[in-house]
Each structure stands twice: as C-alpha cells, then as structure tokens.
C-alpha cells in the first residue's frame, strides 16, 4: 500500500461548498446535444451530450478549480496575492479569479512563451514573471517563500480539485438519465473532481477517463496500478496542449485509482474527427484537448451498453487558433 | 388604410398553444453569451446574448412553425398529407413534422436544385417532386387542390408565425432583463411571431428586425410604408441564402408595420466579421443567414442606449457548408 493511496480525498461537501463560493460568477455551462454523432458512432443512440466548459468563461472548466481556490484563502493570506505557473488556461483562469478578488495574481512563464500568450495574461490584470524554462517549475515556490503569496497548483491541491468538482454536479443536475461521464485527463484535477461528485451522488454511473495516445501516461498508471511518469518530449507530440502533463499529480492519482472505472485513449485522428464532428454537426469550436473526451464517444473507444442512458463528455476548453479549426473543417472526414 | 393592415394579428394565445403542442419534443435552446462581443463592437456592454436556434433540431428554428402548422390540422385532413415548396431549412422541417405525426409530406422543388438539398429532405422521409423552376410556387397548390393535402407556407401562415412566436416567449422566460431583441428577416414569419410574444407581454422591449442591404426589401418596406418587392436577381446577391425573399408575407407585413420597432441592414462585410467573432469568441458555428442579428450589434447597426440590458440576437440556423466558416477562419478581421 503506497502513502497515496492513504490521502484523504476531497468530500463531495467541499465541491458543494465550492458552488456556493462562485455565487453566480462562475458559469453553469450548458449541457448540448450533439446531432449526427449517431451517424459518427455508427450504431444507434446512446446519445452523446456535451457539457460545454468551452463555453465557461475565459473559455475553459480552469476558473472553477482557480476560483475556488483563491477565494477559500484566509483573508490575511489572500492579501499577499497568488502565484502560479501554468501559461495555458489555469494562468489566465488564477490571473482572473485573483483581479475577482482585488488580489495581485503573478504568472510564472518561461522565458520562451510566445508573445500572445504573455499578453493574453497581462491583459487579466496579472504580473508575468518570465525565467529559463529550467526554473519554471521551482521559481513559483522560491518567491511564495519570499513574498508570502500563495501558489495555486492547477491540479494537485484539493481546493483546485473541489472547484472541478461543480462541473461534475451540475452534469448530475442537468441531464439525471446519464449512464457515463468521459472526463479528459492530463494532471488529472477536473477528472478527480468530477468523480467525487458522480460516484458519491450516484456509484451507478461510469467515470472514464480520456487522454491522447501520445500523451497516455495516466491510462498506463492505472493499468499498472502505479503511477506513470511519461518523457516531456513524448507527450508533446500529442496535438492536445492542454493534456501534456507527463503525469497525474499525486492528490488525483489518490482519487484515480479508487473512483475512476477507467481511463481510454484516443488517436491524434479521432481528435481531428471529433474536431470536425463537433463543429459540423454540434456547430461547436472546441480546442484539440477539448475534443478527446467526445472523440472516445464517437470513434468507438468508449462503447456504452445497449440500451444505456446518454453519455455526458465534458469539453473541457475552447481556446483554439482559428486556423486550426479552419484546416480541419477544410479536410473532409 | 390597406387590407392588410385590418388582417387580425396571430395572439398570444395561439402561440402559448403552439408550446403546448411541442410536448418536449421541439428543443428549448439556450440563450448563450457571446464573450469578446464587447471588444468587437468596440464599447463597454450592454451585453450580447445569442438565442441559439442554431442548436435547434434540424439546426433551424424552422420546426417551431412547421411543428405546430402539422399538429394543429384537423386529423382528417393531416391524413392526406401535407406539402411544401422551400428546399431550405423549411422543407426539411416540414418534413420532419410530417414524419413525427406520420403522415405524408411532399417538397416540390426546382429541377435545377442540388443533389445534395433532395437526398437531405428524402433522408427525412418526405417525397420529392421536381418541377420547372417557373412552376415551384404553382404547382404545389395545383397537387394540393388535386390530392386534399395541405400546403405549409413558409411564412404566410397564422399556425406558422404562431410557432415560430415559441422563441420569443422563451427568450423572454430565459432573459427577464433583455432591452431589445434581434431577428432576422426574410418573408418576416419569425420576426412576426417573436414580436406578437415580446410586445403582448413586454411592450417594453424594443424588437428589431435585420437584414442583408443587398436583400433589404422589408426595411425599405417599413421606411416607405409600403410593402416593396425587390427583383429575384438583387436579392440572390447576398451570401445569406436563407434571407433571400423578394418580399415580406402579406400576414407578417401587417405584423411589423405594427408591432416591428425597426429593420436594419447589414453589409456582406458586416456579415463575415459576424461569422468570424461568432466562431472564434462565442464558439458557435452559424449560417450567414443565422449571423445577421448578432453581426446588427457587433457592427453597430443597432446601438442600444447606454445602460440598458441585455441585447438579445437570434441566431436563426447552422446549416452551413464548412468550406464557408473555414474561409471565414483562415481570413483574419
């Protein structure tokens, strides 16, 4: 028995507690039907549903975890501001939540982010800190010590996992025929939240998990029963940027390993087909690591009983270049 | 004063009744934000919500009047079937209707019409009847008269304009604090109903049209008073297929003269900046048709007062070749 295993896991009363934190601010995303994925999938229903993160503000699930966490700061603690060290959608997601509090919010990039990004978390309100790539994981925790801010990890931390957590109520309120939730996973906070959520409320429903092929360290780990840890270079190559963490974090894994029913993998095509799909058909922009959760549906990595209730997947973010979605809506599946 | 202004308005009542007759089985879409909206129209809100009809079944608001036009024939003659003649999202709703009350349903259209538009309606179970394209408004009254099936005008129709009047009363349960709603115009059944909800319970709430310049037949009908025909030729200039009526139904032109605040247009400009922002910040995958009310306030062709409420577009459809929005996409505005 590993100490992990031995972690308290998050209690279904601090993700609802977490709700009433966001009082309003934080978006009860839509939960939309996806027309034509019959035909996708190839059989009859199952339906798929798409509880729709992208359309969350700032354009992903990150502000539930961020917001949660800034806010269930003690005051005094707040006041000295946060830190965190992700330039994707928990940066801009704590950069906002942190400006919601009237706190300052400092955003630890290496040095090598491209411009847009840089600017994209400035224009929320926040400091950016730009270091040698070597230092970017260490410098956060260096200048938490130093300034008494406060790191806000985007998936190993409980208040961050308890904030994922809404999606998964909210996909229990919204649609109560469900039968299954596809959850993508890369640290593995959104899908450990949900699942505390789902298997307390209702232990019926199947959580899976959804990562890339390219980047699958967190279906090995739960294959082997051992926590994986895969190369930074081999999970870049997923087209995914949201889902190239090279292992789950150690509080997720905790909650992997005794709530998730599985986790499944989807090819760098299935993510273009669902890219398509979504958009043809669900007339949604989805971001590649928003997509691999509704492509384990249609491309037949996750095949539902007959005669089973819908089958929720959560898109989990929208923030995707337009030329993208131009290419591949200009590729015919 | 003309006959057609002493024509009797659709009421609330019928289009309470309409709703009724859906039974859950017409969707209630939602309204959905439109983040970025605020940087494109270059000012501070009010705010832009979308009325999603694109997420409508068969991607259109169009069931809602071809719905309720089936359900409210008397029995004996929705036996006999039921015809129409548009090869757009009409046809297909027509016959998608017939087929949930599983009667009969004809589409007559031109012969020069696209495979793809007749495999799309006979897909739907109805029968396809090809005709000279100089006969498609004729011939469907003379098989009418011939076979006692009832023809289901696109818009110039009470049980049609009262289905479509279904939007507006859910616009209004969905957005208590809206100004001013935004419906696009073509024969004028949809801004018809939606204004017979809007002005009978919120006299309040401004309800203005839009339409393409280069199809702007209704707006130079409520300048002149008169209602205007515009030649075949002028209209088809506009990329907005589903707004190419050469003019206003005689019944929704005695709805707007009276209930309609005002039409306005937009260019094909205003139109592909509207696709653009709609993909790219709302996430959603539009019809140029379904594009004009939102590209009316993102373009500043209708500017509400400072400080009102919420500005509430309808996005009447999603049915778009993807070639379309992937050439929007790889344009930058």
New interface residues.
């Given amino acids: 028995m590993s100490l992990e295993s031995e972690l308290p896991l998050v209690g279904i009363s601090e993700i609802v507690a977490a709700g009433r934190r966001f009082g309003g601010l934080i978006?009860r995303t839509?939960v939309?039907?996806l027309?034509g994925a019959v035909t996708a999938s190839g059989g009859r229903p199952p339906e798929l549903l798409l509880k729709s993160e992208?359309?969350q503000?700032l354009?992903s699930f990150k502000i539930r975890g961020a917001y949660n966490a800034v806010a269930s700061l003690p005051e005094e603690v707040r006041a000295r501001g946060v830190i965190t060290f992700s330039s994707g959608n928990h940066g801009k997601a704590v950069a906002h939540a942190a400006a919601l509090h009237g706190v300052k919010a400092t955003v630890v990039m290496p040095r090598t982010a491209p411009d847009v990004k840089v600017d994209g978390v400035r224009a929320l309100g926040a400091t950016v800190e730009l270091v040698p790539p070597e230092r970017r994981d260490v410098y956060p925790y260096e200048l938490a010590e130093r300034t008494g801010a406060q790191v806000v990890h985007p998936f190993d931390a409980r208040d961050v996992i308890a904030g994922q957590g809404t999606a998964g109520l909210e996909i229990l309120e919204q649609t109560p025929a469900l039968s299954a939730v596809l959850v993508p996973v890369s640290g593995g906070g959104l899908i450990s939240g949900v699942a505390v959520a789902i298997k307390t409320l209702r232990p019926d429903v199947k959580v899976v998990g959804v990562e890339p092929e390219l980047a699958g360290d967190a279906a090995a780990s739960l294959r082997a029963g051992e926590r994986a840890v895969w190369p930074t270079e081999d999970v870049y190559r997923t087209r995914a940027d949201g889902l190239r963490a090279t292992s789950l974090g150690t509080l997720p894994w905790a909650h992997i390993r005794r709530l998730v029913d599985d986790i499944v993998t989807v090819s760098e095509d299935d993510i273009d087909r669902a890219l398509?799909c979504l958009?043809?058909h669900g007339?949604?922009?989805?971001e590649p690591s928003g997509a691999v959760a509704p492509a384990a549906f249609l491309c037949g990595r996750y095949i539902p009983p007959t005669g089973a209730g819908p089958v929720v997947a959560v898109v989990s973010g929208?923030n995707v270049d337009?030329?993208v979605?131009?290419?591949v809506?200009?590729t015919p599946v």
């Fill in positions: 978006r839509p939309l039907p027309d992208h359309l503000l354009g398509h958009a043809c007339k949604q922009v989805v929208g337009p030329a979605i131009a290419s809506l200009a």
